[in-house]
């Protein structure tokens, strides 16, 4: 089955991880359709996967996971470097030698009566020189499932690697599911993640957020390029010009919105087009144009549920009526399903995300609000003609966002590539419900990795501050907040599509169109220059979401210095500069 002659240090690794999980069987997954079938009805056999309606739901499965295992757990996830220095004050550490003992003794027999399957996976387009080979070994089928959508398994993977040594190994077992002996844990220099006691996708998934940002961020930095939490969008202007945008929300903020958006009608009328190339994961590097360059190295979207709908989302809608795994929604009597936020009328009744009978009036969630989709890239109707180009596309534009009620603007752009990067390092976010803990509070989360750089943040923020100086054509940068509230907690501004008219603005910045407001964060828009044609908002509504109050930003510094201080020496120097002009502006 295999046909290349794999580096025989890939069978050593698979028959030490065997020897301590041992399970009753080895299966080598080849990615073809005939695997597939036979792993869902293996899956459908042990209750793993519930199978939906196939006429209204072809190829799409339900399931469902542990009720204390429904998202990502960053306080048991961890960067294992040989000191602790190198992961930083930002991430949990562990002594190497202490992990993987730790771990081995939690991986014992970890399998025992299960199948262990070796999932070798691209994170890339085929044929790709920036596409990087992972291995991971599961004893979850629904984790095969899933990675076969999220990224290019099986023998196209082995194809890639071909002889080399250098490929990620990734071992996850679901061993007891005890979330008292949960760890998500990762050792850069060994090119090694382990996950065990865990079954939700952020956790097991080890393409995602484990290998292509904490692992891959380490090889950037020490390759010289950018692993980031980032979508790729890429924007058609009425000549038929494509602009492409890279933006980094922290989870659940907006990503898979922005990178599927369906321009409103005014700008459609014009002509414009949104093409999707990636929805989360961007890994950047300098093109020989001087330019900076992006690929997705995903194949699918793992998708928040909760609020996707046609109103909001719908290319995400359509992208997920078929070959879609979908997790911890609501069943509908009709063996179709259903979320908070979705078209329509609720339906009266059907089984909620905790396999329970469930009313619409008994006041309890249907869906979990991480709940999530699991569908192929491919099937996205605005899915980008170049979203699997080997050499990527071209970036002109940086976005950081977040959930702000307050301080932040609805947009604006940073003074230069330092000043971006300060924006970045400072950035926060109200916390949502894709990570275990408390919902809503605002915290710190520089360029939307917090949960996922893996190493020394202070040496991250000096990666990119030193990129910078590299790219002779460096993207311009800058900050977005779709989610200003009023003073009933109401969002002002519509998003979503109309998103679309602060990516319009953007864009003519990049062209040197339009210029702008030098306030002391950055530059802001005219209000006349945003588009706002056929847009339910006066103009003094969007000078409020424009407004930059100095006693809120003035706070919002001190803040930022606070958050910086952490890193101590380590910070570069810049970054206190930044922090000092931003104050002295603020004070003019
Ligand atoms: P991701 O995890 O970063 O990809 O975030 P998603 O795109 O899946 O969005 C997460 C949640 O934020 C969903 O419930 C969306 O409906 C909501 N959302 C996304 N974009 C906007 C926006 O522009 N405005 C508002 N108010 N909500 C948004
Ligand atoms: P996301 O990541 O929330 O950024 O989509 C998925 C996850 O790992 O939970
Ligand atoms: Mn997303």
């Not at 990178?259 to 190339?277: R, S």
């Not at 103009?539 to 919002?556: A, M, N, P, S």
Request: include cysteine; proline fraction near 7%; charge should be neutral.
């Amino acid at each position: 089955m295999v046909k290349v002659n794999l580096h025989p240090s890939v069978y050593e690794w698979i028959d030490e991880m065997a020897k301590i999980t041992k399970p009753d069987k080895i299966v080598w997954i080849d990615g073809s359709e005939e695997e597939k079938q036979r792993l869902i009805k293996e899956a459908l056999e042990s209750g793993e996967l519930m199978e939906l309606n196939q006429e209204k739901l072809p190829g799409c499965y339900l399931h469902r996971t542990h009720p204390s295992d429904v998202a990502r757990v960053e306080d048991r996830t961890f960067i294992c470097t040989p000191t602790k220095e190198e992961a930083g004050p930002t991430n949990n550490w562990m002594d190497p030698n202490e992990a993987y003992k730790m771990l081995y003794s939690l991986f014992d027999g970890s399998m025992k009566g299960r199948t262990m399957y070796v999932v070798p996976y691209l994170m890339g387009p085929v044929g790709s020189p920036y596409s990087k080979v992972g291995i991971e070994l599961t004893d979850s089928i629904y984790v095969v499932l899933n990675l076969r959508i999220m990224a290019r398994i099986g023998n196209v993977a082995l194809k890639h690697l071909g002889n080399s040594p250098d490929f990620v190994k990734g071992l996850h077992s679901k061993a007891t599911l005890d979330p008292e002996k949960r760890y998500i844990c990762h050792f850069p220099q060994d090119n090694t993640i382990m996950s065990v006691n865990s079954g939700y996708g952020g956790n097991v998934i080890l393409s995602k957020k484990c290998f292509a940002l904490r692992i891959a961020s380490y090889l950037g930095r020490k390759e010289g390029w950018l692993a980031e939490h980032m979508l790729i969008v890429g924007i058609e202007d009425p000549s038929g010009k494509v602009t492409y945008i890279a933006g980094a929300f922290p989870s659940a903020c907006g990503k898979t919105n922005l990178a599927m958006l369906i321009p409103p009608e005014p700008l459609k009328k014009l002509g414009y087009k949104v093409w999707t190339v990636g929805d989360d994961i961007a890994w950047m590097r300098i093109g020989e144009d001087g330019r900076l360059w992006a690929i997705n190295p995903e194949a699918g979207f793992f998708g928040v549920a909760p609020g996707t709908s046609y109103k909001t989302n719908p290319n995400a809608m359509e992208t997920i009526k078929r070959n879609t795994i979908y997790t911890n929604v609501l069943l509908k009597e009709d063996g179709t399903v259903w979320w908070e936020g979705m078209d329509g009328e609720p339906p009266e009744r059907g089984i909620d995300w905790l396999g329970r009978p469930w009313t619409k009036d008994s006041g309890e969630k249907g869906a979990h609000p991480n709940a999530r989709f699991t569908a192929p890239a491919s099937q996205c109707p605005s899915i980008s003609k170049e979203w699997e180009n080997p050499k990527g596309v071209p970036i002109s534009a940086i976005i950081f966002g977040g959930r702000r009620a307050k301080v932040a603007p609805l947009v604006y752009e940073a003074f230069d590539w330092q000043h971006g990067v300060y924006v970045g390092a400072t950035m926060a976010s109200e916390t949502t419900a894709a990570a275990m803990g408390k919902v809503g509070v605002v915290r710190r989360d520089p360029m939307a990795m917090l949960p996922f750089c893996g190493y020394n943040m202070a040496d991250y923020f000096a990666h990119w501050l030193e990129m910078g100086k590299k790219i002779p054509n460096p993207p311009k940068i800058f900050h977005v907040n779709w989610f200003r509230q009023d003073e009933n907690g109401k969002f002002i501004w519509p998003g979503f599509g109309e998103n679309l008219r602060v990516l319009k603005w953007i864009i003519e910045r990049c062209e040197g169109k339009v210029s702008a407001k030098e306030t002391p964060i950055g530059y802001v828009p005219y209000v006349d220059d945003l588009y706002l044609d056929g847009l339910d908002i006066d103009k003094q509504t969007v000078e409020k979401l424009l407004e930059i109050d100095k006693e809120l930003w003035l706070k919002e510094s001190e803040d930022s210095r606070e958050f910086l201080s952490q890193f101590g020496d380590r910070l570069p120097r810049e970054l206190i500069g930044e922090n000092e002009k931003l104050k002295q502006r603020l004070l003019k």
